[in-house]
């Protein structure tokens, strides 16, 4: 213990030297102190790192808040009652842990208990649900917003002569830490007392737990009961933490505002939990914590977001949903649980039997991953790699079955293997091993990513999941057309069916895309099946059936034709397209939010803006205020805070009014503004390497180069075929309803 005192001290007086401040130790027999002083208050300010030490610290220092990114009235959101029901407070991640402001839990990635369909999040329980109880003096006032700019909850609880201010935050560039600071200002009461409790909740079913006191901080560490594969052992946890003060008290003088320091620090094992703790209290020390963490949520925010202007309410949907989405996904993994992938309920939802258990389906591909990939190519990256971890498991997985290739569980957590309580979609939801390779095939069409295709093994994925497609389908050797048997399609109201429109034009897409990789040597098996793969298709009305027997007036429970021509990008007619959407919308009574965004894309398509309006205004149904989270269906039920509704929304904003489309050799804009907006500008769009702002007003496109691409990108304007390369930092205007395409020069 003293030795580990002494390195603390050593790094706390070298850090004071270098920032020319002053700093003192003194042994006392109370709660350790740091003191800080701040330029806004004009008295004593002590800074208090909480353990069951006997060390008191100060520093003096200055601290500058920095230049919001974002308009403050649309990136914090505030209440002055906190929700009751926690399914509408806000979460708290970075990917790597996560939970409900308030809440007894905390999750961590790849963190799982349960055998097989059981699987589910293990319950970590929470050390960071600090709340404050009572004070000396009564509360008068209280606020509670979220700060999304800055990934970050703030309380303030005030009354005559004081102020109480907590801070919460998953740090996001120390992945292992949550961290809370509370500051107490007294400026005119005698020895002000707050008195906290901590929200620990119930032991943990989950996980078997040991805790232990070591150099003044507890450790608590542990296996979970049951491994995913009936294997012995389980996966390991290890927790370190600070401890409310004794009687959960503190005091405060009168002239005097000080600071508290709760510090959590999870990962699998000691080593970089420990490492990832004693960072956190230097970085405390050195005034930097805080603020390396709202860098790099500044930095996420300036290298993508969009911006909505004149229309308040869509600008804080569009944020909250960027914002809820990237806290599920790390910046980097520096645990052993490699990242397992995004879950329809966010990182901080997943216990058993609820939220889908924290499983990954087909929503990461299909709806979460392409916003994500057009303005943080990084982080899609990440989601993508999530699917590389498990390839063995899909291999394995289609020998099973008796197939070939590679076949992707319809669920899945730790291992790979199906997780999902139903055995209907387990044994008829294909489509999703074709939702992968369609999500692998958009990424190197927009990074042109070689070497992740090859030594990153992403076109083991694509060539595995066309083995898998070649080995699914039947030949009617009388037609000479092959048929897919027996499938659950994305309409999940209906199964077994053959032929499954949506199914077969994602296998179609799939056994297409080897070709399309230098590195593969594709069989010519897949062209002759993608060629002749029937597609339901109605010749007497000119629409698509959504399966081999479907008739026209059967009730379908969400987007599924419709995804032909967005996202699968399938050749149709404007007549087709519209007698699609004309015949789903009338069959469609309910369903996800997602179905209303992918509506509102196929209206924008055939610039019926007051149709795609209507439709897109009902996704907001699903957003819950104060904090703009989401539930699964409109107005409260399904799974807490549905990032998947969220991936869907802001489709509809960067495909829908953006009007981005991405082919094998283009990039094409041709958008509009939402509803009540007058600008719109979408910022950071990843392509080939280079980054592109787009622009949009009510009669003009904007286009930037903010980042050289690995070729020189041109503009063409595909009504004259008028082109001009870009040249960095020089905007290019062009009319708002002409289709503009982006390529290599």
């Known amino acids: 213990m003293a030795s580990i005192l002494f390195i603390l001290i050593a790094t706390i007086a070298l850090a004071a030297l270098r920032s020319r401040?002053?700093?003192?130790?003194?042994?006392?027999?109370?709660?350790?102190?740091?003191?800080?002083?701040?330029?806004?208050?004009?008295?004593?300010?002590?800074?208090?790192?909480?353990?069951?030490?006997?060390?008191?610290?100060?520093?003096?220092?200055?601290?500058?808040?920095?230049?919001?990114?974002?308009?403050?009235?649309?990136?914090?959101?505030?209440?002055?009652?906190?929700?009751?029901?926690?399914?509408?407070?806000?979460?708290?991640?970075?990917?790597?842990?996560?939970?409900?402001?308030?809440?007894?839990?905390?999750?961590?990635?790849?963190?799982?208990?349960?055998?097989?369909?059981?699987?589910?999040?293990?319950?970590?329980?929470?050390?960071?649900?600090?709340?404050?109880?009572?004070?000396?003096?009564?509360?008068?006032?209280?606020?509670?917003?979220?700060?999304?700019?800055?990934?970050?909850?703030?309380?303030?609880?005030?009354?005559?002569?004081?102020?109480?201010?907590?801070?919460?935050?998953?740090?996001?560039?120390?992945?292992?830490?949550?961290?809370?600071?509370?500051?107490?200002?007294?400026?005119?009461?005698?020895?002000?007392?707050?008195?906290?409790?901590?929200?620990?909740?119930?032991?943990?079913?989950?996980?078997t737990l040991r805790s232990d006191i070591e150099s003044g901080v507890r450790h608590t560490y542990g296996k979970t009961k049951v491994l995913e594969d009936g294997s012995v052992g389980g996966l390991q946890v290890y927790m370190i933490s600070t401890d409310l003060p004794p009687n959960g008290t503190v005091v405060v003088k009168k002239g005097q505002k000080s600071s508290y320091l709760f510090l959590t620090s999870i990962d699998t094992e000691k080593g970089p939990a420990l490492n990832a703790f004693n960072k956190g209290v230097s970085e405390y020390f050195n005034d930097a914590l805080e603020d390396q963490h709202i860098k790099a949520w500044r930095n996420i925010w300036a290298n993508g977001r969009v911006d909505i202007i004149g229309d308040p309410e869509t600008a804080k949907v569009t944020y909250a949903a960027?914002?809820?989405?990237?806290?599920?996904?790390?910046?980097?993994?520096?645990?052993?649980?490699?990242?397992?992938?995004?879950?329809?309920?966010?990182?901080?939802?997943?216990?058993?039997?609820?939220?889908?258990?924290?499983?990954?389906?087909?929503?990461?591909?299909?709806?979460?991953?392409?916003?994500?990939?057009?303005?943080?190519?990084?982080?899609?990256?990440?989601?993508?790699?999530?699917?590389?971890?498990?390839?063995?498991?899909?291999?394995?997985?289609?020998?099973?079955?008796?197939?070939?290739?590679?076949?992707?569980?319809?669920?899945?957590?730790?291992?790979?293997?199906?997780?999902?309580?139903?055995?209907?979609?387990?044994?008829?939801?294909?489509?999703?091993?074709?939702?992968?390779?369609?999500?692998?095939?958009?990424?190197?069409?927009?990074?042109?990513?070689?070497?992740?295709?090859?030594?990153?093994?992403?076109?083991?994925?694509?060539?595995?999941?066309?083995?898998?497609?070649?080995?699914?389908?039947?030949?009617?050797?009388?037609?000479?057309?092959?048929?897919?048997?027996?499938?659950?399609?994305?309409?999940?109201?209906?199964?077994?069916?053959?032929?499954?429109?949506?199914?077969?034009?994602?296998?179609?897409?799939?056994?297409?895309?080897?070709?399309?990789?230098l590195s593969t040597q594709p069989k010519n098996s897949y062209q002759n099946i993608a060629d002749n793969l029937f597609i339901p298709f109605n010749n007497t009305g000119q629409w698509h059936p959504e399966y081999d027997s479907y008739t026209e007036d059967v009730i379908v429970k969400q987007a599924d034709v419709i995804l032909l021509g967005y996202p699968l990008m399938m050749n149709l007619s404007k007549e087709v397209r519209r007698n699609d959407l004309l015949q789903y919308e009338r069959v469609t009574p309910g369903g996800p939010a997602m179905t209303w965004g992918m509506f509102a894309i196929g209206w924008l398509e055939l610039n019926q803006l007051d149709k795609a309006n209507a439709l897109f205004a009902r996704q907001f149904d699903n957003v819950r205020e104060p904090f703009y989270t989401w539930s699964e269906n409109a107005h409260g039920p399904g799974a807490h805070n549905f990032i998947t509704g969220m991936g869907g929304y802001l489709q509809s904003v960067l495909f829908g009014y953006g009007g981005i489309r991405v082919y094998d050799d283009k990039l094409t804009i041709n958008g509009a503004l939402p509803l009540t907006a007058t600008y719109m500008k979408i910022i950071g769009i990843d392509y080939l390497g280079g980054s592109l702002n787009l622009r949009f007003s009510k009669s003009s496109l904007y286009i930037t180069l903010t980042k050289k691409a690995m070729t020189t990108l041109k503009c063409e304007d595909e009504s004259t075929g008028y082109s001009i390369p870009l040249s960095l930092g020089i905007p290019l205007t062009y009319k708002l309803s002409t289709t503009i395409s982006i390529s290599p020069a």
């Not at 319950?123 to 004070?135: K, N």
């Not at 990237?326 to 992938?341: A, E, H, K, Q, R």
């Not at 971890?389 to 790979?416: F, V």
């Open 322 to 517: 960027y914002y809820y989405i990237i806290s599920s996904i790390p910046i980097t993994n520096d645990s052993d649980l490699s990242f397992v992938g995004l879950s329809p309920g966010d990182l901080a939802h997943g216990s058993y039997y609820k939220d889908y258990q924290g499983h990954v389906f087909w929503d990461q591909e299909t709806w979460m991953y392409p916003p994500i990939q057009v303005l943080h190519s990084d982080f899609g990256k990440t989601l993508l790699k999530s699917r590389i971890r498990t390839l063995d498991s899909a291999k394995q997985l289609a020998k099973q079955k008796g197939y070939k290739g590679a076949m992707y569980p319809w669920e899945s957590a730790y291992t790979g293997f199906e997780t999902s309580p139903s055995d209907e979609t387990a044994d008829y939801e294909h489509h999703i091993t074709g939702d992968i390779s369609q999500a692998f095939y958009f990424y190197l069409t927009m990074t042109n990513d070689t070497d992740f295709m090859t030594a990153g093994r992403g076109a083991e994925v694509i060539s595995s999941i066309a083995d898998f497609w070649e080995s699914r389908v039947t030949l009617d050797k009388d037609t000479g057309l092959y048929h897919i048997n027996g499938v659950m399609p994305p309409d999940e109201y209906h199964w077994p069916v053959n032929d499954s429109a949506y199914t077969n034009y994602v296998a179609k897409i799939s056994l297409e895309a080897p070709y399309k990789i």
């Open 21 to 207: 401040v002053a700093v003192s130790f003194i042994t006392t027999n109370v709660v350790p102190t740091r003191i800080l002083q701040r330029p806004t208050f004009h008295g004593p300010n002590e800074k208090i790192w909480l353990n069951h030490a006997n060390e008191h610290y100060s520093i003096y220092t200055d601290l500058i808040e920095p230049r919001r990114l974002m308009q403050e009235s649309l990136t914090v959101f505030s209440t002055s009652l906190f929700p009751e029901n926690d399914r509408i407070r806000p979460t708290l991640g970075n990917g790597h842990i996560a939970t409900v402001v308030y809440t007894d839990t905390i999750y961590m990635n790849g963190l799982y208990n349960g055998l097989r369909v059981f699987s589910h999040r293990a319950r970590i329980p929470s050390t960071c649900a600090i709340e404050v109880v009572s004070t000396t003096t009564r509360i008068t006032k209280s606020s509670y917003s979220l700060d999304i700019e800055k990934g970050m909850f703030i309380e303030v609880r005030s009354g005559p002569g004081f102020k109480i201010e907590l801070k919460r935050y998953a740090h996001r560039s120390i992945n292992q830490l949550m961290i809370t600071e509370m500051t107490v200002d007294n400026c005119c009461l005698d020895d002000f007392k707050v008195d906290l409790e901590m929200n620990y909740g119930n032991d943990s079913e989950d996980i």
